[in-house]
């Protein structure tokens, strides 16, 4: 009954806060809702020190909720799939150079970055870390969140073309980074003596393109069985069964779920939209149902990223650290945006975006995925470490770059042009 409880206050609050925000904020729902999980968490916070007994029973709830479980294990692949199945296929397939480039290219190099400058920048705060677990960090910070760029960037409007890299990008770099993380971990727990490039390359390829290929059969089953019929109330309790088992599948194959539900997700989306496929009644349940989930599992991710704070001990002094960390990340996706795109432009066919740099780079947004594995850390590393700098990252970059990726791209002029006049179409808003 205590984890019915919990579900139930995350669900009431998350509930009451959209609704303040949609009534009077007027955010983008993302952003809103974690604005208000952080107010009421620090109230929160300052009444638990005059104990508060309430508050100290809200606090012991809301930390029997394991974080890392929940958006590892539930929440993840049901937004990458309602993510995935809106996205166009056929312009993603358009762009596949520029999106596997900074999904695989692009990562490694910021985690590399990263790590390293963490490396040297931690003993000027009194907290020199050993460099296996700096590279932890690097592993966890730099991939783009999709849930947080599909929930934030995609409302911005953005150039076509730009936005499809991002969130493409986004679809796929959560899956190189929890392989970077997962092999970085084990070398951390094994010690280097133990661990082989051989075994790197088995766990690489058992996650990723094991991953890929589960995605791929899954995702051309359901296609397969979409068409034969045509009742929506079975249609959709198939593409709901295809991410309830495909990521129960995963995990029992120990493959990349998140890569297998966007591939699952953008075969869906592409096949189903094809004629003869699916009805048009069926195609606007499917979309529809999925759009609610997006917006449910969104809505509690948020909050509860917000409630955090009442249970996550973050000193002062980790606070500077997570602010210096902050450049760090930025200059790393900087270098990382830039490089796959100095080999891109090697090729004939590749036409760069104006600007593009500096849109991806401010547009690589982390979220719940970096806290989420931060909190999977087990207690034996600086894990307390990590988790406040992490959380710190994650605040500015949800609430802060994203505030202001719209007015970056009507100050640059890369947003959507008006179909009445042609001129960029500002951010709507939320």
Known sequence: MDLYNALALLLVTA?????????FLRMPPAIGLMVLGLAASLLLVLLAKFDVQPVLQLAGVVGKLDFSRIVMQVMLGFLLFAGAI??????????????????????????????????????????????IYCLLFGALISPTDPIAVLSILTKANISKSLETKIVGESLFNDG??????????????????????????????????????????????AAWLLRTIDNYQVEVLLTLALVAGGTALA??????????????????????????????????????????????????????????VLVLDIPGRTVLVGLAAIVVVLLARWVAVSVPLVFLRLMPTFRPSDHGVAVLTWGGLRGGLSVAL?????????????????????????????????????????GQPSPATGAAVAPKAH
């Open 374 to 414: 931060a909190l999977s850390l087990p207690p034996t590393m600086p894990r307390e470490l990590i988790v406040g700098v992490t959380y710190v990252i994650v605040v500015f970059s949800i609430v802060g770059q994203g505030l202001t990726i719209g007015p970056l791209v009507r100050w640059l002029g890369v």
């Open 86 to 131: 809106h996205v166009d296929a056929g312009r993603l397939g358009k762009l596949r150079w520029p999106v596997g480039a900074l999904a695989l290219i692009g990562t490694p190099v910021s985690t590399v970055l990263v790590a390293t400058a963490m490396f040297f920048l931690l003993p000027l705060f009194g907290l020199p870390t050993p460099f």
């Open 15 to 23: 509930a009451g806060f959209a609704y303040l925000n949609h009534r």
């Open 251 to 308: 995990a029992r194959l120990h493959t990349s779920g998140p890569l297998a539900m966007v591939m699952a997700g953008l075969l869906v989306g592409h096949f189903s939209r094809q004629r003869g496929v699916m009805s048009n009644e069926s195609q606007d349940y499917v979309d529809k149902f999925w759009e609610l989930i997006d917006e449910v599992l969104n809505a509690l991710l948020f909050v509860l990223m917000g409630l955090e």
């Open 176 to 221: 190189v980074g929890v392989v970077l993380f997962v092999v970085t971990l084990e070398v951390a727990l094994l010690g280097p003596q133990d661990f082989t490039v051989g075994h790197a390359l088995t766990v690489f390829a058992r996650e990723t393109l094991g991953g890929l290929a589960l995605g791929t059969a899954l995702g051309l089953g």
